[in-house]
């Protein structure tokens, strides 16, 4: 997602927050109870969890045109 990074290049503050797959397979073991395995067997599935938020000093920092290539990369696979 590379063009998350021009947006981050932009904001005056930056919060990021990574669980990747050994994240995501350590967490599992938490849920011990017979009542969690629906959520055990969900957590499975999950390659990792990507969140990005940007603080911005000013309105107009970034574009349309910058929401909508994110958007595109979120819409195409791979």
Same mark, same amino acid.
């Given at each position: 997602? !590379?063009?998350?990074?021009?947006?981050?290049? $932009?904001?005056?503050?930056?919060?990021? +927050? &990574?669980?990747? #797959?050994?994240?995501?397979?350590?967490?599992?073991?938490?849920?011990?109870?017979?009542? !969690?395995?629906?959520?055990?067997?969900?957590? $499975?599935?999950?390659?990792?969890?990507? +969140? &990005?938020?940007? #603080?911005?000093?000013?309105?107009?920092?970034?574009?349309?045109?910058?929401?909508?290539?994110?958007?595109?990369?979120?819409?195409?696979?791979?």
């Amino acid at each position: 997602m !590379d063009q998350l990074d021009v947006l981050a290049n $932009k904001a005056s503050e930056t919060v990021e +927050v &990574k669980l990747d #797959e050994h994240l995501m397979q350590t967490t599992a073991k938490f849920f011990s109870d017979p009542d !969690d395995a629906e959520i055990k067997e969900v957590l $499975k599935g999950v390659k990792g969890i990507y +969140v &990005k938020r940007f #603080e911005f000093e000013k309105e107009g920092e970034y574009s349309e045109a910058d929401l909508e290539s994110i958007r595109s990369q979120l819409r195409n696979p791979g």
